[in-house]
């Protein structure tokens, strides 16, 4: 359920808040609770906590709890020095977060099977890959495809599947991006990026998963998006430096070159090439600075450090509560540079929505979880912690399908990792 998530809740439930997508892994939760139940409900004692379990939950999910709670406590604090404090919001964000963070606790280590989940995570891909290509070849005939494919309401910036064909059509006569599934082409970078780093990182690679990451690398490129390219060249970069550091040093010049080779073509040709889009996505990244545009990049990158330098210094520590900044912003009259772009909504990257929220206090707390989820399954656990850090400073990803996805991954991997290494030392 966590590995279609992604794509399932790009469409609305009649519950406000509630994706469509979330909304089934809430009846999935339900049909669970007899296995958590007795997962950790010693039955022999009577009605009593399995303290074995427990204990080893809290050993692995400590830091992640003690975020949570410190999540819960600031943003109910907000009460106390935001007079215009919005109860409704305040409850609607923490919902989430809290929804999310009980399956990774609770949930991810009792039914999360990594190599299944990497199995059934190829089969979306590689529908989704060619769905992509549908979409590009019928829009060579004049025909636009979009993903609303269950007849319901899109969420999110688009409000309907009307203005979602509208929206599309007028992008189309500028420059057309397939988007797959997906509402944007960065989500569709964001869902599959992950899973090239996963299959990198990967031992057990023949030469079907080698055409098959190469094709689903061709697919990012094909959606144009900036933030793809970026996930991708990050995770590209952290194997690179993986072969360097495990080839012998006789191979490793020659790897070097190679790559040295390969990047320089590639720039020379795009340089030669002259490709409006290619220079278009080059003057996005040269767009991003103070001043420098209202791109949706910019904003959302450099946004959150704006609004966290404007904090006095007691919110700059403990933060200002999550689903509070509109109320936050009202009372003590918080302005940056930016704000005429998008209003008092707190649109900026998921990482500066910790700082911001939280403060510096909840940002080292979530730092401090994501690096022991990173470090107990070797590269593959690393590969994902930094590709989720570069994707929480570049997008609005902070309890966020894919990033429950990740962190899921992370667990799971690190868990067998840790089972794997006990067992060959009892052996």
């Known amino acids: 359920m966590i590995i279609i998530l992604p794509v399932l809740n790009a469409f609305e439930f009649p519950i406000n808040r509630i994706g469509f997508g979330e909304f089934l892994l809430i009846i999935v939760m339900i049909i669970g609770i007899p296995k958590v139940w007795n997962h950790f409900i010693d039955r022999k004692r009577g009605i009593a906590f399995n303290k074995d379990h427990v204990f080893k939950a809290w050993a692995l999910h400590h830091m992640h709890i003690i975020f949570l709670v ?25 919902a989430r977060q809290l929804l999310y963070g009980f399956i990774l606790i609770v949930y991810t280590p009792l039914f999360f099977r990594p190599r299944k989940a990497v199995r059934y995570y190829g089969i979306v891909i590689a529908l989704a890959l060619v769905y992509l290509i549908l979409q590009l070849i019928f829009h060579k005939f004049g ?3 979009y993903p609303n494919f269950i007849p319901s309401k899109l969420l999110y910036t688009i409000q309907d599947s009307m203005d979602f064909r509208y929206h ?33 990182f990967n031992e057990d690679k023949g030469i079907k998963e080698w055409i098959f990451i190469a094709l689903v690398i061709f697919s990012v490129l094909l959606t144009k998006s900036a933030n793809g390219f970026v996930f991708l060249g990050v995770v590209l970069l952290a194997y690179s430096v993986h072969i360097l550091l495990t080839l012998k040093m006789k191979y490793k010049w020659y790897y ?31 767009e991003i600075g103070v001043g420098k545009g209202n791109t ?36 003590y009259r918080l302005i940056t540079d930016m704000d005429h772009y998008v209003d008092n909504s ?36 690393m590969s994902l912690g930094i590709l989720l850090m570069v994707m929480m400073i570049s997008s609005s990803f902070y309890a966020t399908p894919v990033y429950l996805l990740i962190i899921s991954f992370m667990i799971s991997i690190g868990e067998e990792s840790v089972t794997t290494k006990a067992e060959r030392s009892f052996l």
């Open 296 to 331: 949706s990049g910019n904003i959302r990158i450099l946004r959150g450090f704006l609004v966290f330098a404007a904090l006095g210094g007691a919110f700059k520590m403990f933060g200002f509560g999550f689903g509070n900044y509109e109320a936050f912003r009202n009372d």
């Open 168 to 200: 599309l059509n007028i992008n189309s006569l500028i420059q057309y991006r397939p988007t797959s599934f997906f509402l944007e082409p960065a989500y569709y970078g964001e869902y599959v990026v992950p899973f090239i780093a996963i299959v990198l």
């Open 70 to 94: 410190y999540s819960i406590l600031i943003s109910v604090a907000a009460y106390y020095f935001t007079p215009s404090y919005s109860l409704v919001e305040v409850l609607g964000r923490l």
């Open 346 to 381: 707190d649109y900026m990257s998921g990482f500066t929505q910790i700082l911001t929220s939280a403060g510096l206090i909840g940002s080292v707390l979530f730092l401090w979880m994501i690096l022991r989820y990173s470090v107990r399954g070797g590269l593959k656990t």
């Open 143 to 145: 025909y636009s495809f």
């Open 256 to 286: 070097t070159a190679i790559l040295f080779l390969i990047g320089a073509n590639i720039l020379a040709v795009l340089y030669f090439m002259d490709n409006p889009y290619l220079v278009g996505i080059l003057n996005r990244f040269g």
